[in-house]
């Protein structure tokens, strides 16, 4: 599913790399229309509150590997700026939510969702501008949740190293920052205020899904590719 675990693989059987070697994104669907009508009226009230304002949303498991808590730092800084045009929504639940939900305390600019479902992740998308992915710790790893932000074609801001950092570089999908860096963390979302900045992120992330990320292109893709294989291997 990256290309740091088919060289590990290569590794571990101490070969080298052949054209049946090859990497697979595990990717995802283009993010879902959803009825608005059909959701809960708090969270009709809360896509209603985002008008003229830039939102940056996490989606995820408040834990360690994603503390949401650095996205607080940043959202009380801007505050304490004055700016009003910028929301930060943080949906999901885990075992640093009551922490979180305590530092946000009283905040203007952070909405607490708690769990969403599926058609509610996809409609809280279609409302946000940006995706963020605070990694917390300096670990190569390629998230679901980067899939989920680029099905629904958002600029990233992510703090994951490795295979997704270069990939987010080469075609521009988004702004890197290194794990804990508040002020990086900082500087990225207000670079993404900019309306113009965050059209040509969506115009490359929009690009580079349909080739790379979505789904039904990969695993027809790896379907044929196994198909392969095998026939070759029973001749």
Excluded at 115 to 136: F, R, T, Y
Aim: charged share 30%; hydrophobic share 35%; with cysteine.
């Amino acid at each position: 599913i990256m290309d740091e675990l088919l060289h590990w693989g290569l590794r571990c059987s101490r070969r080298e790399k052949t054209t049946h070697d090859k990497v697979f994104y595990i990717g995802t669907r283009i993010a879902d229309d959803v009825d608005l009508k059909d959701l809960r009226p708090e969270l009709k009230a809360m896509f209603s509150d985002f008008s003229g304002k830039t939102v940056f949303t996490f989606v995820g498991t408040f834990n360690n590997f994603y503390n949401p808590s650095i996205i607080i730092e940043v959202a009380k800084r801007l505050e304490r700026e004055g700016r009003k045009d910028v929301i930060f929504v943080l949906a999901g639940s885990g075992e640093y939510y009551d922490e979180v939900k305590a530092k946000a305390h009283n905040m203007d600019n952070i909405r607490l969702t708690g769990w969403l479902q599926h058609e509610e992740i996809m409609a809280l998308l279609k409302h946000s501008d940006v995706g963020i992915c605070p990694l917390n710790e300096c670990r190569p790893c390629f998230p679901n949740k980067v899939f989920i932000y680029l099905s629904a074609y958002l600029p990233v801001i992510s703090s994951t190293p490795g295979e997704f950092e270069k990939l987010m570089k080469h075609h521009k999908l988004g702004i890197f920052y290194y794990p804990g860096d508040v002020e990086g963390l900082y500087h990225s979302v207000i670079a993404l205020t900019d309306p113009l900045a965050r059209t040509k992120f969506k115009r490359n992330v929009t690009s580079v899904f349909d080739k790379l990320f979505d789904a039904d292109k990969i695993y027809s893709e790896f379907t044929e590719h196994i198909e392969c294989i095998a026939t070759n291997r029973t001749r």
